[in-house]
Structures are given as structure tokens and as C-alpha cells.
């Protein structure tokens, strides 16, 4: 039974109205009772469905077997309790009862005043607690549903927040919105105090990521997010604070809102060095943000940064990392790799995505997974890799398909669509990238669009459909200009190089390879200046420096491995020197 379940039973106990002529009879049997019978049905219908003896004997100041007793003998009558099946099949009897209709329960339940009905919740949930402590199970939104209703807020606040943690941990978003909401009501009507607080920015964060993963990067995650921010000033040492910073940071980074997610990071740096997990929050929000910049070396040099801080979130007892939206080290091992591919460091790409694989299968988070798929086949992309591509986006469907992933849903259909695209079916993989970026947008995810609506215009470029590859790519164009996403302006130079030559403009044809070949070296992205430049050689007429600029890159990049590319590249060598 999951806790949410266990919750609203409690809390809506009174929701369902007994007949007249029920309650009549029920009453009737009520009136039968002794005085130590009802007080023991009474605490019993305000425990719930089934009895523990072990608990009720606490809250009534009873001996255990006593009160088994009198449970016999309620069994014996045929009217109230009867015997509830065997919780295990041990050699050790365990007693369990239940009530014999949950319509009796209630109409006790009904009866009961609202100052005692208080005032056993209180003393069940002190039982429960006092039965959890001696090694027991007893969940926590149990646990919180008692307090609530014996008016301990406080100590309500603190098991909703652990049942909310513990729902999402077990992939049950749905479950931990609904506790947080329960719990957030109830804070409103507490008076503000450091310990409310406290538990106040636990709730917020884990509210923020269950909203992520349930609707993607609207304004329900961001405004949880943002709430617990707030308060982590007051307090930046707070277990959560860094999850709330990186919570809020990478969801800005998905909006494309970069200027926000850049101030968020500095600002978490600003609370001091010596927390690692504020440092891992602030060098992955900048890493991610430079990198869709375009400031590769930027991206790396702050991603680098966090491997340190990483390596002691690890090793250290206090700091955790659980309750991401993405496990933080697969975050940066993938997003290296990425930077790495764009700088045409391939050898060290496939050292930091190998990691990221170790990580992501070991800690068994299904995000984690995804994102290291995702970022796998943004690699493959560079590499132009056709086959492995199309078979990382099988994989990340499978997996976004078990585990109802929201956010993956779009990214594996634009990966297979332009594997499609580029194996003979450029109309379906056009129509697949182009539905798969209208729900990424729905998500509130915008980051990355520039290149998504790349993948739609090469598609229709392979087609031959110049025309309606033009529209896309001047929607990809308006992209990069809007938000300042340059990572993948050298590739939409190319591919306005590739419209223009089927239009037969060859002087804009020019223009695009020259300005492909400028904005790599902008950037410092050897990689890209190669695939520019090879292409400007290929259609144009090469000059000296030229075939200079083209020799040192193939020489950078002879590490790189057997990618057709450079195969082109040396053959363009060759033929200019021979």
C-alpha cells in the first residue's frame, strides 16, 4: 500500500456519510459494550482498519496480554473484530485483529468528540514513534497523518518530509507531490521558526524535483525550486541547500533562462568553498551554461572543477547526493564528454562517458541512465556515428517507456529521427524531430531547440527540399539569437551552406562555409573548424593557408580514431600536396 494511500486514509476518515438506519444499528451495538471495550474500539477505530496490539496496549496503559484478551473476546462475539490473516508464517504467533466492517470503525470514529479523537491520534503517533525507534516498520507518512491529526505540526512537517524523500527515491513523483502538498498546507498555518524552516526548504526542493518529473520544466518545478532557494541563505548548510541551488540551475538551464542559471551559480559560490555539494551545484550550472554557449573551454574548465568537489561528496558520510534530478557526477562526467567531443578530444570523451556509465549503472537511477544515453548520442552526432546513434535512441526509448521519463520521451524520437533521415527516410525522420521538438517545447524545455530544429533542416536538406529546410533553419537561427546558444551555430552555418548550394547560390554558399570556419575558431572547437573547413575545401577553391590550417587539424586531431571525416580530410591533403 503506497504511503500517499495510507495518508488520505487517515486524514479522510469522516468523508463517507453512514445511512440513518445503519448508524442505528450500529449505535445499538455500541451501547452493548463495557467500558473497557469501548474505550478499546474507540482507540482502535482512530488507529485504523486493523488493530496492533503492541500499540493500542501503549496508548490505553495496558498490559499486552490483557488487552489480547479482550480482543478474543470481541472476536468470540461475532460483532466487532474478527481475526486478521497471518502477517507472517513463522513459528511465532503474530496477532493481528481487524474490525469485522469498516462501517463500524467509522461510526465510532463519527461519535467520537474532536478533542479525543486529537488526542489519540497524539498518543498513536507516539506509540508508532516509540515502536519505530525499538527497529520496528513503521512508515513515516504514517507516522506524519497521526501527528497531523493529534495537532503536533511540527512533528508532522518532519515525517512528511521523510515520507515525500522516501516516495521519491522509490520513483513515486506522484506520491511525493501529494505529500508535500499536504505538509506545505500545514506549514502555512505554523508561525515562521528556524525549524520550520528548515523543513520548509527540504519540502520545497523535493516538491521542485517530483514536478520535474512528473511535467518536465514548467513553472510548478521552477516555482518549488525557487521557494526553497530563498531560504537556503538563511541556512546554506542545510542538507538540501545544495540540491535546491542545482535543482533551480539546471531546470533554468533546460528553460534556456542562461543569465539566471549564471547568477544562481555564482551565488551559490558566494555561500563559501567549503561545502562541496554547493561547489559540484555551481561549476555544473556554469559548465552547462557555457557549453551551450559555445565557450567550450569555459564549459571545461569549470566542469573540471567539480570533479574534485565530487570525488568528496563521495567519500564523505555527511554529504549525499540522492534526491537529484540527475545524479551531479553522471551530469558533468556526460556534459566532458560532450565538450570534449565538440573540441575533437575523442580518446578522452569515451574515458569520461565510459564513467559515466559505471556511475549511472551502479547507483541504478533511471534519469542518470538517460542522461548519459542522451549525451552518448549527442557524441555520436559529432562523429557523425549513424548506427550508434540509432541504437542509443532504442535504448533510451526502452528505458523512457518503463520508467514514464517525461523529459526523454522527445530527446529518443529526434535521435531516431535523424538516424532516419540519414538511412534513406528523410520524410519520416523529418515529421518524427519535428514532433518530438513541439513536445520538448510543451515541457517548458527550450534549451537545445537550436539544434533539434538542425537535425529537422538537414533532413529536408537530404531530401532536396531546399525551401522548407530554409524555414527550419531560420527557426533554429532565431534561437541561437534569442537565448545565445552557439553550441551548434558552426554545424547551422553548414547546413545554410547546403540550402544555398541546392538553390544554386553559390556566393552564399561561400559566405555560410566561410562563417562556419570563423565561428568554430571563435569558439576554439577544432573538431567543428575541421568539419567547416573540409567542407569549405571540398566545394571551394583552397588556398595555401588553407591546406596549412587543414594539415595542423588533421594532426590535432589524429587521435581522434577512423571517422570518415578526417578520412576525407586526409584525402583533401593528399590530392593538394601531391
Not at 473484530?81 to 513463522?90: I, Y
Not at 501529494?178 to 516538491?207: C, G, H, I, W, Y
Not at 573540471?304 to 563521495?314: G, R, S
Not at 557523425?384 to 532504442?394: C, E, I, K, Q
Request: hydrophobic share 45%.
Amino acid at each position: 500500500v503506497s504511503t500517499t494511500h495510507q495518508t488520505d486514509t487517515l486524514l479522510q476518515q469522516v468523508a463517507t456519510k453512514i445511512p440513518d438506519n445503519l448508524s442505528a444499528l450500529i449505535d445499538h451495538y455500541i451501547a452493548r459494550l463495557n467500558d473497557s471495550q469501548r474505550k478499546l474500539l474507540t482507540a482502535a477505530a482512530v488507529a485504523g482498519m486493523e488493530l496492533q496490539p503492541e500499540i493500542l496496549a501503549c496508548v490505553l496503559g495496558l498490559e499486552t496480554d490483557n488487552l489480547l484478551e479482550q480482543c478474543d473476546d470481541l472476536v468470540r462475539a461475532r460483532t466487532w473484530l474478527v481475526l486478521a490473516k497471518q502477517a507472517d508464517a513463522s513459528d511465532d504467533p503474530v496477532y493481528a485483529y481487524e474490525f469485522r466492517h469498516a462501517l463500524y470503525r467509522q461510526r465510532l470514529y463519527d461519535i467520537t468528540s474532536t478533542a479525543s479523537r486529537a488526542e489519540l491520534h497524539l498518543k498513536i503517533a507516539q506509540a508508532l514513534e516509540l515502536h519505530r525507534n525499538k527497529g520496528y516498520e513503521v512508515t513515516a507518512a504514517e507516522l506524519a497523518s497521526h501527528f497531523d491529526l493529534g495537532r503536533s505540526a511540527l512533528k508532522a512537517l518532519h515525517y512528511y518530509a521523510e515520507a515525500a524523500e522516501t516516495a521519491l527515491l522509490h520513483l513515486s513523483p506522484a506520491e511525493c507531490l501529494s505529500l508535500t502538498e499536504k505538509a506545505l498546507k500545514l506549514s502555512d498555518r505554523l508561525p515562521q521558526s528556524p525549524d520550520r524552516l528548515n523543513v520548509d526548504m527540504t519540502l520545497f526542493t523535493l516538491r521542485g524535483a517530483a514536478a520535474f518529473h512528473s511535467y518536465g520544466a514548467g513553472d510548478d518545478a521552477k516555482s518549488a525550486y525557487r521557494q526553497a532557494a530563498k531560504l537556503v541563505p538563511s541556512n546554506p548548510d542545510h542538507p538540501k541547500a545544495a540540491l535546491a541551488m542545482h535543482g533551480l540551475g539546471f531546470l533554468l538551464y533546460l528553460r534556456a533562462e542562461y543569465q539566471e542559471a549564471l547568477e544562481l551559480a555564482e551565488t551559490a559560490l558566494s555561500y563559501g568553498t567549503t561545502n562541496s555539494l554547493l561547489v559540484i551545484a555551481a561549476s555544473t550550472i556554469k559548465g552547462q551554461v557555457m557549453m551551450i554557449q559555445g565557450k567550450h573551454r569555459q564549459a571545461l574548465s569549470a566542469l573540471l572543477q567539480a570533479l574534485p568537489a565530487l570525488e568528496l561528496a563521495d567519500a564523505s558520510t555527511s554529504q549525499t547526493t540522492a534526491g537529484y534530478i540527475v545524479d551531479p557526477k553522471v551530469t558533468v562526467l556526460g556534459m566532458l564528454s560532450l565538450v570534449l567531443s565538440q573540441l575533437g578530444r575523442f580518446s578522452e570523451a569515451t574515458t569520461y562517458m565510459q564513467q559515466a556509465y559505471t556511475r549511472s549503472q551502479a547507483i541504478a537511477q533511471p534519469m542518470a541512465l538517460m542522461v548519459t544515453l542522451w549525451c552518448d548520442a549527442l557524441c555520436g552526432i559529432r562523429r557523425a556515428d549513424t548506427a550508434r546513434v540509432g541504437a542509443l535512441a532504442n535504448e533510451m526509448q526502452v528505458l523512457v517507456n518503463e520508467y514514464s521519463l517525461a523529459q526523454g520521451k522527445a530527446a529518443c524520437h529526434w535521435f531516431l529521427g535523424w538516424t532516419d533521415a540519414r538511412c534513406g527516410k528523410p520524410d519520416e525522420g523529418f515529421k518524427r524531430i519535428r514532433e518530438a521538438y513541439e513536445k520538448n517545447r510543451s515541457l517548458g524545455m527550450v534549451s537545445g531547440g537550436s539544434e533539434t530544429l538542425g537535425y529537422a533542416a538537414e533532413a529536408l536538406v537530404i531530401k532536396g527540399d531546399w525551401r522548407a529546410a530554409q524555414l527550419q533553419l531560420e527557426q533554429a537561427l532565431e534561437i541561437v539569437h534569442c537565448y545565445g546558444e552557439y553550441i551548434y551555430l558552426p554545424q547551422l552555418q553548414l547546413i545554410q551552406a547546403a540550402i544555398a548550394h541546392l538553390a544554386g547560390d553559390i556566393p552564399a554558399e561561400t559566405e555560410s562555409l566561410h562563417n562556419a570556419i570563423l565561428t568554430a575558431r571563435q569558439q576554439e572547437a577544432a573538431w567543428l573548424e575541421l568539419l567547416a573547413l573540409t567542407a569549405w575545401c571540398e566545394r571551394g577553391q583552397p588556398d595555401t593557408a588553407d591546406i596549412a590550417a587543414l594539415e595542423q587539424l588533421i594532426t590535432t586531431l589524429q587521435g581522434a580514431g577512423d571517422i570518415n571525416i578526417l578520412e576525407q580530410a586526409r584525402k583533401i591533403l593528399r590530392f593538394a600536396q601531391g
